[in-house]
């Protein structure tokens, strides 16, 4: 009688080449147990360090529909455009919608803002805190990738901070600053002032 080994809490399923509008990437996916993780590669990153990475958590409303709401799109495109003209980068597609609580639940907020409620009382009120978000199947799959440590392009503190207790190096980090507009100022407004992020 044998006895199985144990399945990898993550597992990296497949890889294909994927040219596109911001330059040429590898795609991987990933199978994990909190969901599918999509990445794609720019050049080699086994073994490297400082290599530029965006955590991109999952925004239907934003980088599929171009809501106006928020700013996710605008930092996904501005991650893929600087990760398609360096030597090498990442971005993971984190399967984390609406700050961890769901589509459902997150268009329940946007209800709750139209209400006048920020994000931040919105998740709250819904009986979440403001943000579900983890990294450490992040930081497992970046390792999975040989990643040795990262130059996180993000405005959000606990990215950096998710990243680092999970045991990913962070030795620098840049902002990602969009243009407000008048449909999600006061969302950036309240992600700065009560979230911390860089904006």
């Known amino acids: 009688m044998t006895s199985e080994r ?93 700050r961890g609580i769901g589509l459902a639940n997150k268009i329940r907020a946007y209800a709750l803002q139209d209400q006048g409620l920020d994000t931040v009382e919105a998740n709250l009120a819904l009986g979440f805190p403001d943000d579900l978000r983890r990294y450490d199947t992040a930081a497992e799959v970046l390792g999975q990738l040989g990643v040795k440590s990262v130059v996180l392009l993000t405005n959000n503190p606990t990215k950096r901070a998710g990243l680092e207790r999970a045991g990913m190096p962070v030795v620098g980090q840049i902002p990602l600053r969009a243009t407000p507009n008048p449909h999600n100022a006061a969302y950036l407004d309240t992600k700065r002032d009560k979230s911390g992020h860089l904006l």
Do not use: N, W
């Open 6 to 98: 144990p399945r990898p809490r993550t597992a990296l399923a497949a890889r294909a080449r994927l040219p596109s509008r911001f330059g040429e990437f590898t795609v991987v996916a990933f199978e994990c147990e909190d969901g599918e993780y999509g990445v794609v590669v720019r050049g080699d990153v086994a073994g490297a360090e400082a290599v530029p990475v965006r955590l991109h958590s999952e925004c239907f409303t934003g980088d599929v529909m171009g809501s106006l709401k928020c700013d996710c799109r605008d930092q996904l495109e501005f991650a893929l455009r600087f990760i398609g003209r360096a030597e090498r980068g990442a971005v993971v597609y984190l399967p984390q919608e609406g």
